[in-house]
């Protein structure tokens, strides 16, 4: 993902994920408070899922 100015990071606190009929919601906290909602489809989160596995195979195979 290109850096971008108009992008807030924010350091994840908690979140929670619930099939809400045809589609996923994340309610995410971030470490100062803000609180928000994502809404994916199942073939979104199967996509950021394994780009996340990956990473997470890169880390281990570093250590």
Do not use: P, W
């Amino acid at each position: 993902m290109a850096a971008n100015k108009d992008v807030t990071s924010y350091t994840l606190k908690q979140a929670l994920a619930a099939r809400v009929g045809d589609h996923v919601e994340i309610a995410v906290e971030a470490e100062d408070g803000t609180k928000f909602k994502i809404v994916a489809t199942s073939e979104q989160l199967e996509a950021l899922t394994g780009d996340l596995e990956t990473i997470l195979d890169a880390d281990d195979a570093e250590a």
